[in-house]
């Protein structure tokens, strides 16, 4: 069983920060890329950021330059830094990962979801 928690999520003037973070837990293998998605209401889920096992990243663009993803493999943990909040990244902030609990399975999981709200 694998479980990935997060955590860090709350309300936040435009203009501030909030640092996010995802554990994943259970019977790991391994994990190779890491990621963050969010969904507002009445949106599609997007993506947010993505850290591969190598540490290259990406973001789209309407958070690049804002939002910065990493990771600490010691402890299968993957971060997101949000800086410059604006009312629009309102939304839940889900983690994900695409792990291995076998050496011949791959599969993405997900955390539970975690509310970010940018609001004065």
């Known amino acids: 069983q694998v479980q990935l928690v997060e955590s860090g999520g709350g309300l936040v003037q435009p203009g501030g920060s909030l640092r996010l973070s995802c554990a994943a837990s259970g019977s790991i293998f391994s994990i190779n890329a890491m990621g963050w998605y969010r969904q507002a209401p009445g949106k599609q889920r997007e993506l947010v950021a993505v850290i591969t096992a190598g540490d290259k990243t990406n973001y789209p663009d309407s958070v690049k330059g804002r939002f910065t993803i990493s990771r600490d493999n010691a402890k299968n943990t993957v971060y997101l830094q949000m800086n410059s909040l604006k009312p629009e990244d309102t939304a839940v902030y889900f983690c994900?990962?695409?792990?291995?609990?076998?050496?011949?399975?791959?599969?993405?999981?997900w955390g539970q979801g975690t509310q970010v709200t940018v609001s004065s």
């Open positions: 994900s990962a695409d792990l291995r609990t076998t050496p011949s399975s791959t599969r993405k999981y």
